[in-house]
């Protein structure tokens, strides 16, 4: 179980200090999938970055399993908006780099599920190749395959299927969903699609403007079910969140 307990950021600077963040107050189970969906600017990075451990200056706490969150301790997976990928290593390389950096062995079970994974998001040619040899779709997907091979307990995507085009993004979002269904990791993602969110989001959280907080949390029945579309429901809830994003603009 994680708890986000009255967290809330600041960005400070020498002239000022902005509050970008919260104060935010959420609790998921572990197996629970949260869409994070809101207006440009409202702090959803920012809120992952906390869960990342990326930024250690907030206020409240974040508890994982009852525990103080820690990188250190907690497996956690994050696709970062940027890729996270190091320059002067190969696409294979950076896969790995999770377990280079905690000098575990890679077992053959491991590249078995690497080269699986990267056939299905269709970069397996690629191994051999440098970030800057990759389109951005391309660098998304290996920043995909890094983060899904760790079996992480916490996984973070920052909109990690934003660059991708439609066909590979619906072979991401099932690819995901197998994963998910396989190891039912917590998962936080951030997405600007409500459809996204409908697919892979256990629980829709709507923000509002910045300083984003909460407006609400929806559990969402057509989550896991590739035909949500079809899903009577699936009208008044896509309806209902567009209409929550709009009225957090005017907050
Ligand atoms: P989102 O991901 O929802 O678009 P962010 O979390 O990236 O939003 O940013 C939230 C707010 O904090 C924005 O107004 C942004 O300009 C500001 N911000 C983000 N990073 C920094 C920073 N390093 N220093 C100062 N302000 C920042
Ligand atoms: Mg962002």
Redesign the pocket.
Known sequence: MIQINNVSVF?E?KREK?K??GPINFKAENDDICAII??????????L?VLSGIIKKYEGEVLLDLKELNPHIHKIGFIP?DFGLLPWKTVEENCLLPFKIKKEVVENDTTQKMDLIMKRLNINELKNRYPNELSGGQKQRVSIVRSFLINPDLLLM?EAFSALDAIIRDEAQELFLDIWNENKMTTFF?THSIDEALYMGKKIIV?SN???EIIEVIDNNLFNNKYYKKDKDYSILFSHIKDLIKRGWDK
Do not use: E, F, H
């Open positions: 960005y600077s902005v970008a963040l809101g207006p440009s600017g409202c702090g959803k990075t920012t809120l970055n908006q920052d951030i923000m910045r300083p984003g």
